[in-house]
């Protein structure tokens, strides 16, 4: 097991963490992970076919609507959580993007899932230093249907520092069955949307529709104006 540190707050890997190849390394990046539920339940009203299909077209859209070296400023991460953990790609570029077959079962690790999401954006972060690579703040997605079944206390407190740090900006998307009152003591209540119908094309049409604007853009931070699809909803506030 890989030994890891806090400073501040932060989790570091001990390991070599500027092993994997950054493209275009003078353009400025964005560090995109989407952190995958892909329990059991996932099975009921077809939403793991349906998240399945949603990547395949975040892939596709996202190519399209960027210029080649565009592409190579967004790196793509997934980790899928069920009884067990997997990184199913380290940071990529959307054109090296896997496009995988995702299977449902188990329970929900949600708390070790974004421990691992957070571990990877630390990383990541380390490369673009050492590289010497100009990067946008991190984004995380976290789409689940459900709470978790693990312990995730001191991943939500360790979320919470990174953002409240300027370190990621994390996003919660539930689904029929998720438990919106358990996502709110781990996400920024602001931050967690409800999908209706799973319909996770619109979701990751949205997601890719988003982050053009970002990669595109030259200097500062900037404005993303996209409408959220209709199967998109604000979940109220408790």
Not at 23 to 44: Q, R
Not at 131 to 158: H, M, N, V
Not at 197 to 215: E, M, R, W
Request: one cysteine or more; proline letters at 5%.
């Amino acid at each position: 097991m890989l030994q890891q540190k806090e400073f501040n707050g932060d989790f570091i890997n001990q390991e070599d963490f500027n092993t994997t190849p950054i493209f275009s390394d003078t353009e400025k990046h964005l560090a995109c992970i989407f952190v995958l539920d892909t329990s059991g339940s996932m099975t009921l009203h077809n939403a793991i076919d349906q998240l399945n299909m949603g990547l395949k077209i975040f892939k596709e859209q996202t190519i399209r609507d960027n210029s080649t070296m565009a592409q190579a400023c967004i790196d793509i991460a997934l980790i899928s959580f069920d009884s067990k953990v997997q990184v199913i790609q380290d940071f990529t570029p959307i054109s090296q993007m896997i496009t995988p077959n995702l299977e449902a079962y188990g329970q929900t690790k949600m708390g070790e899932a974004l421990d691992t999401a957070m571990d990877m954006i630390t990383r990541r972060k380390k490369a673009y230093v050492a590289s010497g690579t100009p990067y946008f703040r991190p984004w995380l997605f976290c789409i689940t249907d459900g709470q978790p079944t693990d312990g995730y206390k001191e991943a939500a407190e360790r979320l919470q520092w990174m953002e409240e740090n300027r370190k990621l900006v994390s996003y919660c998307i539930g689904v029929e069955g998720c438990n919106y009152s358990v996502m709110q003591e781990i996400f920024d209540p602001n931050s967690i949307f409800g999908l209706k119908d799973c319909d996770f094309v619109g979701l990751f049409k949205f997601v890719s529709a988003s982050i053009t604007p970002v990669i595109n853009s030259k200097e500062g931070t900037p404005s993303v104006d996209v409408d959220i699809p209709s199967s998109m909803f604000r979940i109220p506030l408790n």
